[in-house]
């Protein structure tokens, strides 16, 4: 089934099942590795985006929750110059990423 939705803003169609976790169309299908996988069942927040500005586990939501809602991963933090959001520097210097979140 054909799934669109805003990622990061841009918008993405992916055809998956639609009960497929979020978190693996990002990770699968759309090559966005920042979001972790942890332990899923939406516990330890690794997997977490933002879904329409709200914090939400991707570990648990199926990508039919999302048709047409806007997405914002890790890696759609950084500014269009290419900096790095504070929350992305601050995973680098605390080398956060080394223990799955």
Wanted: glycine letters at 10%.
């Amino acid at each position: 089934m054909s799934t669109s939705l805003w990622i990061n803003g841009e918008q993405q169609t992916v055809d998956v099942d639609p009960s497929k976790p979020l978190l693996w169309v990002l990770r699968e299908q759309l090559a966005l590795t920042g979001t972790k996988f942890g332990c899923g069942i939406a516990q330890c927040g690794a997997c977490t985006v933002h879904i329409d500005g709200q914090a939400m586990r991707s570990c648990v939501t199926p990508i039919s929750r999302v048709e047409g809602r806007q997405v914002t991963t890790i890696e759609g933090l950084r500014s269009d110059d290419g900096e790095l959001h504070p929350l992305q520097q601050a995973w680098i210097e605390h080398q956060v990423p080394q223990c799955g979140y």
